[in-house]
């Protein structure tokens, strides 16, 4: 049922409701207890980078090498016939006679919407400009409920760059499948953007928005940091005023619930102090791991025959 209903891939997280993110966190939960299979043995993985990543590029190649698969594709638009001019279309309806999925990120928000157009294998949306970053919140929703226990009744913020976020536009979507209260923490500048809010209302979601993130932090189950987002910001002086908002700290950890777990999708720059990282409430590391089984179940539900 999920191949067919998630036929032309995964563009957002709005395709998604509990049924389905429950079954596919399942699915990552049964991943973690096969480490290499030869379930997608003979299928081909095309990964499509034109904007840099490390985690999401890097553990889809391995979650497709893990499952008995190979990984074509290419980590930036400078070394595709992109550079000469050829468009998107063009480089999809190509790239589909070598491929059984493709999986891409793009600095245009619309792009993975626009490649599902012009193919038909599965497109995986990697992150589309300040748009979303589907799996990625699939895979956050796993790390919590793998470290914590079930979303249902959690409190939950989520903070930093709310407007240029996409992990944080995808997150919240997801989560306003459950009852849980989010906590939306950012300078007034980068709160989330009205349309995101606009879709939490449709959806009943309790919410708060918050600058001061030290009022709410005993209360917390989960804080979800992000990096202020300097490569979307059209006036640098203005990124240069807010790079520094926030910075967690040691000592924060003190103000903190004992099961409380501090998240972040990566990469840091200088929104968590490096001496958090050895706390057993910084599960950021832990949640890289996490990217794995989850995008091993996205690839097997996509892929298999
Ligand atoms: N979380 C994330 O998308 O990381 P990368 O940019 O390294 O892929």
Known sequence: MFKEKFSEGIITAKQFDREDIEYILKKGNEMMKIKNSNLLHGKILATLFFEPSTRTRLSFESAMYRLGGNVIGFHSGDVSSIKKGETIA???????????????????????????????????????????????????????????????????????DLKYGRTVHSLSILLSNFDVNIYFISPESLRMRNRDIDFLQQHKIQYKEITNYRKILNILDVLYMTRIQKERFVDIEEYEKLKNFYIFREDDLDDTKDNFKLLHPLPRVLEISPEVDASKKAIYFKQTFYGIPMRKAILAELMTD
């Open 90 to 160: 063009d480089t999809i309806r190509t790239v589909e006679n070598y491929s059984d999925c493709i999986v891409m990120r793009h600095s245009l928000e619309g792009a993975a919407r626009m490649a599902s157009k012009f193919t038909k294998i599965p497109i995986i949306n990697a992150g589309s400009g300040s748009g979303e970053h589907p799996t990625q919140a699939l895979l956050d929703l796993l790390t919590i409920t793998e470290e914590i226990g079930p979303l249902d009744g959690l409190n939950i913020g989520i903070m930093g």
